[in-house]
């Protein structure tokens, strides 16, 4: 029987403190939502200062509601806000459908892209998730333009598995098989 959860389990990896989003990580939050180097490949623009409370609110609403979510990502070393990481489900209006299927997602604050961290931190979001959603698959969809996401994608063991268009934007969708 698969966990359900209130509230985000706190994570750790080497570098990295996987928790829930705190009030004080808002700033730095609205920071990397205005980021080109981080928004460019969600959404395609700068998110407003209110898109980005909307966004921070709905993550302890996910874990609330349907027992899964992001993480905010806190480096281990300085204790500040570096992205988040986590599964959603957003009830996309996208062929095919992923409704029902926990949908992963990172992002990263540009400076410690490129290092090895995305990967290491999705590593271990899917360890818990193995564990505790006992989903057969999770899927991600990514622009194919964004190489270094694929790059995570792949070698945390998701697979291409169709390309469509998602807000009138070429998208690939990707899956990955739990492992039990």
């Not at 180097?37 to 609330?64: D, K, N, Y």
């Not at 990172?106 to 090895?116: D, E, K, N, P």
Request: aromatic share 8%; proline share 6%.
């Amino acid at each position: 029987m698969p966990v359900r959860l209130t509230v985000a389990p706190t994570l750790e990896t080497e570098r990295a403190i996987l928790r829930p989003h705190r009030v004080e990580d808002f700033d730095a939050y609205c920071a990397m939502g205005t980021d080109p180097a981080v928004f460019r490949f969600i959404g395609g623009r700068a998110r407003t200062r209110e898109e980005s409370w909307q966004r921070l609110l709905r993550h302890p609403g996910m874990w609330a509601l349907i027992g899964f979510g992001f993480w905010a990502i806190e480096d281990k070393a300085s204790g500040r806000f570096i992205g988040e990481a986590g599964f959603h489900e957003l009830k996309r209006a996208i062929e095919p459908s992923i409704e029902g299927v926990p949908e992963a997602g990172w992002s990263l604050v540009a400076g410690l892209q490129g290092r090895g961290l995305g990967s290491e931190i999705v590593r271990r979001m899917h360890e818990w998730a193995d564990a505790a959603l006992q989903a057969a698959r999770t899927v991600c969809i990514i622009d194919p333009e964004n190489a270094p996401s694929l790059g995570v994608a792949r070698r945390c063991g998701y697979r291409e598995y169709a390309r469509t268009t998602y807000n009138d934007h070429p998208t690939i969708l990707l899956e990955r098989a739990a492992r039990v």
